[in-house]
């Protein structure tokens, strides 16, 4: 029971040493993946689309 309890205390006392972000920060923050990860998305649409046209154009042919 002690260690847990050390364990408590040394987490609460580390936490109070964090610097959170503000506000403007994570909204920030938060846009920017959102926006990194639509880009990424389209870009592997288009891979699949281009990939699957010339594999369906390959096939057709032969």
């Known amino acids: ?3 847990l309890k050390n364990y408590l205390q040394e987490s609460l006392t580390e ?3 964090v ?3 503000s506000k403007k920060e994570t ?3 938060t846009v920017l993946v959102i926006a990194i990860s639509i880009g990424v998305a389209i870009f ?3 891979l699949d689309y281009i990939f699957s046209t ?3 154009f ?3 042919k032969y």
């Open 1 to 3: 029971m002690n260690k």
């Open 15 to 17: 936490m109070k040493k």
């Open 19 to 21: 610097t959170w972000p």
């Open 27 to 29: 909204y920030n923050y």
């Open 44 to 46: 592997l649409g288009i």
């Open 54 to 56: 010339g594999f369906q």
């Open 58 to 60: 390959l096939i057709n």
